[in-house]
């Protein structure tokens, strides 16, 4: 089943996201036969484009970074013919007409009301301005057909977060504004609630009794690729915690939906947010690390430090690396302590989820035999490895009983190789058309995210590091990282 009929409008027409993500999304989606029937794509932007320069730009984007090419048969003309640009300045409040216009024209040619989608693809001081200038057209009174969506960062704190929900709710209602966080369209974590929800095997041992702890890493090998001016103001915590990783934690920690109803699903996500224990600021050292890389090196090539990139200030304080030590304060968590990690320039490009369980209570096997015994772990791999992973112990062929670690393995590739899994921004933008929001981030979501890194973000603001930069690239991050977890008789599990 197709979408209904949909004018999108993407603010920031010209821009990287668009040309990287949006376009090669929806063009996917047109070749899988999931665009409505009866669609048209707007660019918006300030620069010039004649429509054929703007095609061939998109065009370009499709051939470097689309899952499919899809050029024969004329794919490209057919999709093409239904996106056009509008050159116009989005802070000036006359130029909106041309919206609401092509609106019109389009309801007369097609015979339909259409969705009307407004996407900003802009830099985030724009949003208000343009959400403010939006509200205004009549066509965003209409509640069932026209959404806006909104890409992070939501707000630079939990005061700014705030104010700009509250801005939005002044225009459009809360079920019209699609928050985006593109982890949750990523198949490998859709998949977590596949794992926990349809299978009967491990929701019984999904908790305090059974868990030991829970580690999740998003490590990236990449440094700025030339968004300092934006990193700068971030950082790690702010980039990859408060969003992508704690949504994961998120679908990890959940407690199980009593269906698949978008608010059902968000409620049981914000319920873990709010039951993580907050930090009080003189803990923040013992359970949050930060970490900036130096220069250095990486496959033979020299890396520059994060303080020589661009756009960066040459004494700067950011995160470029954050490990965080959470509790969930509630029946199924307490005192299973909760490690995440992020940073750029790390060793590993891996996303990974891993479980780890408590002992067996009691091991009658012969005291050598322990020596290869490891406790028993599931791991998830979100990217670029795709797959789950259950270690258990096996005995080892012989006439001793000794045991040997051994894994379980489903793999993604194996099993649906010959399946398109469709990109992140794909599923998100059909959920868009089909005005679906579970996987979009409610107002409260985002807030009670922020609430969770707050105190982190304060008491490091506070308290310039004295440290920076203290890890080097191609490395696991900073030293006291690992101190910090082995204080608890752990240690970052690093996949091969
Ligand atoms: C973005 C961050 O949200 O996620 C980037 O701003 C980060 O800094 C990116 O590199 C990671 O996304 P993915 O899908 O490549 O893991």
């Not at 059902?264 to 930090?279: G, T, Y």
């Not at 750029?344 to 012969?366: D, E, G, S, V, Y």
């Amino acid at each position: 089943k197709r979408p209904p009929a949909s004018v999108l409008f993407i603010f920031g027409g010209s821009g990287d996201l668009n040309y990287r993500k949006l376009t090669p999304a929806l063009y996917n989606l047109f070749l899988d036969d999931y665009m409505p029937e009866k669609f048209e794509i707007a660019g918006i932007g300030r620069s010039a484009y004649t429509i054929d320069a703007y095609h061939e730009h998109l065009k370009d984007g499709i051939t470097k970074f689309s899952r499919r090419k899809g050029e024969e048969n004329g794919h490209w003309d057919n999709f093409s013919k239904n996106v056009t640009y509008l050159q116009m300045d989005a802070e000036d409040q006359t130029a909106y007409s041309v919206i609401t216009d092509l609106v019109k024209a389009k309801e007369a040619e097609w015979g339909v009301h259409p969705n009307v989608i407004f996407y900003l693809a802009v830099a985030p001081q724009l949003v208000p301005a343009i959400a403010t200038k939006l509200g205004s057209l009549n066509l965003c009174s209409d509640k069932a057909c026209t959404r806006i969506v909104i890409e992070k960062p939501f707000g630079h704190d939990l005061q700014s977060a705030h104010d700009l929900n509250t801005l939005l709710g002044r225009m459009f209602s809360e079920e019209q504004i699609y928050r985006i966080d593109h982890y949750l369209g990523k198949e490998t974590v859709q998949n977590i609630i596949a794992l926990r929800f349809a299978n009967a095997l491990f929701e019984p041992v999904w908790n305090r009794n059974f868990i030991d702890h829970i580690q999740i890493t998003a490590s990236e090998t990449v440094g700025l690729e030339g968004r300092g001016g934006y990193y700068e103001n971030s950082g790690a915590l702010r980039d990859m915690v408060q969003n992508h990783i704690l949504q994961i934690l998120c679908m990890v920690a959940m407690e199980a939906p009593v269906s698949f109803d978008a608010n059902e699903i968000r409620n049981k996500k914000v319920d873990v947010l709010n039951a993580i224990r907050p930090f009080a600021k003189e803990k923040v050292h013992e359970n949050a690390v930060r970490g900036q890389y130096s220069k250095g090196w990486r496959e033979g090539k020299p890396v520059p430090g994060y303080r020589e990139e661009k756009g960066v200030n040459p004494e700067s304080a950011t995160d470029t690396y954050a490990a965080v030590k959470f509790f969930i304060d509630n029946w199924r968590w307490q005192g299973v302590p909760i490690y995440v990690r992020t940073g750029k320039h790390l060793h590993q490009k891996a996303t990974n989820i891993t479980l780890q369980f408590r002992p067996a209570p009691h091991f009658a096997f012969p005291a050598e035999s322990g020596e290869t015994w490891r406790p028993n772990r599931l791991t998830i791999s979100i990217q670029p490895e795709m797959d789950i992973r259950l270690r258990f112990q096996a005995k080892r062929p012989g006439q001793s009983m000794m045991l040997e670690p051994v894994e379980m393995v489903f793999n993604f590739d194996a099993q649906f190789g010959d399946q398109h899994a469709p990109e992140a921004y794909e599923t998100l933008l059909l959920d868009v058309m089909e005005g679906d929001a579970t996987l979009f981030m409610r107002a409260d979501q985002v807030e009670a995210a922020w609430k969770v890194v707050m105190p982190i973000l304060e008491t490091w603001e506070n308290r310039p590091p004295v440290d920076f930069p203290n890890y080097a690239p191609d490395s696991w991050g900073p030293e006291e990282a690992d101190a910090m977890i082995a204080r608890d008789n752990h240690s970052w599990i690093n996949l091969p």
